[in-house]
């Protein structure tokens, strides 16, 4: 399942974010992972929740981001939610990648919630981009 927090900068889409992310921490029974560009939540978000830098993995397109959850998917089967906070700064801002790999991700996310923040208003995003808003 994949669901995306949309909204122009200062919305407070990564307030969001934070407080499902804390929630999950305490209900998950198998991991919450979160992926970011620059590591700005190591004191936001809980110690058990793994915090990956988009950054140190050298993630900058849709395509390496989709291999990258792949990875972690195929070699740990115990991940239950996924967030990632400023997807566009990580692949950047061509919707139509970013549409894409949505639908190549859903495919891997049956059984995984994975949540999105999109720092654009709904309106800007394509109609199957928006279909993931929440």
Do not use: W
């Not at 921490?25 to 590591?39: D, F, L, N, P, Q």
């Not at 994975?114 to 199957?128: C, I």
């Amino acid at each position: 399942m994949i669901n995306l927090i949309a909204g122009k900068k200062g919305t407070g889409k990564t307030k969001i974010l934070v407080d499902a992310i804390t929630e999950a921490s305490e209900k998950a029974t198998g991991y919450v992972v979160c992926i970011e560009r620059g590591m700005k939540l190591t004191y936001d978000i809980p110690h058990k929740v793994r915090l990956v830098d988009a950054e140190e993995y050298g993630i900058t397109s849709y395509d390496a981001f989709y291999g990258f959850v792949a990875g972690m998917l195929a070699g740990n089967y115990d991940i239950q939610e996924i967030y990632v906070d400023g997807i566009l700064r990580i692949g950047g801002r061509d919707y139509s990648e970013l549409e894409a790999m949505l639908d190549k991700v859903s495919l891997l996310a049956k059984d995984i919630k994975l949540v999105f923040t999109v720092s654009a208003d709904a309106e800007e995003l394509p109609a199957k981009v928006r279909a993931y808003i929440k």
